[in-house]
């Protein structure tokens, strides 16, 4: 999903993975993460998008959770 419209600022973001509980989302977190070419969050679990009724406003704030490294390609 990409969010570039919603924000000022460049966007760290390129797509959303979601998961359900015990179906092997730590693993496919930590292995997408080791890869140069993937800008993981720094936490597994954002809980942004369920606890952000305003997603809006606060998008900016999202983005803030993913490291800066720019010319990654996802």
Partial sequence: IALGCMSTKPQPVGA????????AT???FEVLRMSADINASREKELNFWSHTPDWRSE??????RFPDRPGLKL
Wanted: proline residues 0%; contains cysteine; neutral net charge.
């Fill in 26 to 28: 730590s693993t496919l």
């Fill in 59 to 64: 998008i900016d704030a999202y983005h803030a």
């Fill in 16 to 23: 959303i993975i979601l998961g359900a509980q015990k179906c």
